[in-house]
């Protein structure tokens, strides 16, 4: 990457604002910029869109968002306040937390207007931990609307292939659950995000370029008034009116960066390998200064020979297999170190240092699981049952398997005893692994007594694997304001220069983390910066969005005056869907449906429809995970019975009582 380019002499585009990255920031960002009517580009440096955003659960967290308060559900700024102060450790900052809280909402039902996305409340997805001041027992996660948004991008593909570049996982991430997500067919969770802010952006007309990573930025006179990017082997240079946004995700495949600022040694990335750090270079080249560095989401991670992305080695997420019935974690000393059912936690032990021997205190780490747990749940590609791989190691006894591992088998052996004693009782007074209402939500199967998260290892043979130190996303970034503006080192704002996304820090919430954060912080900063770049106060901003959809641009114009409405774009021909007011629910009976997977598991149990003026209520659980109401007007009903109808979808629906059936009696004659 050059450090220092010259305006060049001549631009390859002009633009009113440029953003480097298509994550969920980086999109609101372009399609917000749009609405307020600023001519925009997205850069992208892979040849496919989303970043790690589209490998997500696309989970936000906003509370006091709208849909809670049209479900009913309690909460308050107050309570959302307490619980990012008590939990953050004091690295948070207070009026970045104060954006967040009182923007978040905003954001949410502007971008809902704008741009095809409908997320709902996960209205039983608890805050990590909801017992503690402040803390949710649910509503204030958002995930995309999975029937609605499925269908809905599905139908847009045809007219828009682009949609079709949205990131699909080389593996199933979420491998022990055989989710829809990991089907190339559908547009669920963090793709679904991705896909409803991309059609925005598509729909409005805004240029999505991929394959062009943007390297540098170009100052002028203190201001940074372009970027120079690269586009089919030469330079692209992109002159930037209103301003840059960075949103190049985080740096957790940049190795180096990784050695300076993390706290253990080798980290491997879960995102994809594009997420260098690019936008952390280009942002401190010109002055940024850097912040809580050494915050990363880590979890942990096996390597399978083969697993690749974008044609380099790629370490499989295995959180998803952890937290079950039947294994557990333990460190080179064969004893357990964490709740294993707390990725944080399992962050913390990896991270720790002994104190004696001045080494990292649990690495390297190991998964170790009985025959039962096998027995249920696929390993990886393994199915489930007794097939091996060169990557699992396998011992008759619990010492045999010590034996294989490395491991001191007296330890592991007192370890799985000492476990399996409490686990029958649902108990774990080590690591309290069960306890809380988020550990619960791991486990697979919710009305397994005496807890969803214990159950011993008794039957063997056992298995086990070494586990490697992996991330969804470094953390640490840019330091910016509340108008995500970067900050210099002096404490300046940069003129022209913005970042949102794990390019910037989380200043917002510093280590208070829960599930939606970073997709929510990306958002809503992204949102705000469009705004600032704009030149419209949020009053004016809030006015605009008032104006009906057709006439926003030019409302944007009005309210900014001369200078946008010379650069602005024709409103005309933007398409947009827009969601309808709630209305009250009036309550008809419905009958239910259900579509299982193969293992039992279900995809869909819906309990019943409920009609409500001209929407329908649809209530039950989405792939075993979600226990949601769904609002969904008639054509996304009828979108949904579609989608229901298609021959694939028929087939697997014929087939999942076969195969339940298959694996009743199967787990009847064990
Ligand atoms: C399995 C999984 C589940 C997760 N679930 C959630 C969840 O539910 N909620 C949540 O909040 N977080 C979740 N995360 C974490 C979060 O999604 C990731 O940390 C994600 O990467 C964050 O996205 P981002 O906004 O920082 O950028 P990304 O979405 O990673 O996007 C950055 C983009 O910038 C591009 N880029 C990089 N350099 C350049 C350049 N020089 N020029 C142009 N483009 C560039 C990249 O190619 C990439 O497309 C999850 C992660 C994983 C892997």
Known sequence: ????????????????????????????????????????????????????????????????????????????????????????????????????????????????????LRMQPATTLPDYREYLPGGSTGGRLLAPDPLYMAQLLLD???????????RRSPFPLFSAVPLPTNDPRFYVAGRALIGGLLLGCIQKGIEVLDSTPARSLIVQDGRVIGLRAEREGRDFFVKANKGVLLATGGYEWNAEMNKRFMRVAEIHGITPPGNEGDGHTMGMEVGGAVALMDLSLLMPTVRIPGDEIDGKPMYRIW???????????????????????????????????????????????????????????????????????????????????????????????????????YAREGLDPDFRRGETGYDKRWGFWPNRKPNPALGPLDKPPFYGMQLHVGTVGNMGGLVTNTNAQVIDVAGNPIPGLYATSNTAAPLAFGLAYTSGMVGGKAMIFGWLAAQHASGITSEAAKEVAKAPVPGRQVAAREAAGAAIAASGQAAAGNKLVSVGESAPVEAVRGKGIRILNEDGSSVLDLEGIEKAGD????????????????????????????????????????????????????????
């Open 1 to 116: 990457m050059s450090r220092h380019v010259s305006v060049p002499e001549k631009w390859d585009l002009e633009v009113d604002f440029a953003v480097a990255g298509s994550s969920a920031g980086g999109l609101t960002a372009a399609c917000k910029a749009h609405e307020l009517g600023l001519s925009t580009v997205v850069l992208e440096k892979a040849a496919t869109l989303g970043g790690g955003t589209a490998f997500s659960g696309g989970v936000i967290w906003i509370p006091c968002n709208h849909h809670m308060v049209e479900e009913d559900i309690p909460d308050s700024r107050q309570a959302a306040l307490e619980h990012i102060r008590y939990t953050s450790m004091g690295r948070h900052d207070e009026e970045m937390l104060a954006t967040y809280l009182d923007k978040g909402p905003e954001m949410l039902r502007d971008v809902e207007a704008i741009t095809p």
């Open 156 to 166: 847009a593909e045809s007219e828009y292939p682009i949609l079709s570049k949205i």
């Open 319 to 421: 959180q998803f297999n952890i937290g079950q019935p039947g294994n557990i974690l333990v460190n080179k000393e064969g004893k357990r170190c964490c709740d294993e059912a707390f990725y944080p936690d399992i962050g913390r032990a990896f991270e720790s240092m002994d104190a004696q021997k001045l080494q990292p205190a649990n690495l390297p780490m190991f998964w170790i699981v009985d025959q039962n747990f096998r027995d249920r749940i696929p390993v990886g590609p393994l199915p489930k049952g007794t097939e091996m791989a060169d990557w699992l190691h396998k011992g008759d006894t619990i010492e045999e398997l010590a034996e294989k591992l490395g491991l001191p088998p007296a330890n592991l052996k007192e370890t799985v005893e000492r476990f399996n004693k």
């Open 615 to 670: 929407r329908l209520c649809m209530k039950g659980r989405l792939m075993g995970s979600f226990s949601t109401n769904m609002y969904i007007d008639a054509t996304g009903f009828y979108r949904m019975l579609r989608m229901l109808i298609r021959p694939s979808t028929i087939v697997f629906a014929l087939l999942s009582p076969v195969y339940w059936l298959r694996d009743f009696y199967r787990s009847r004659s064990k």
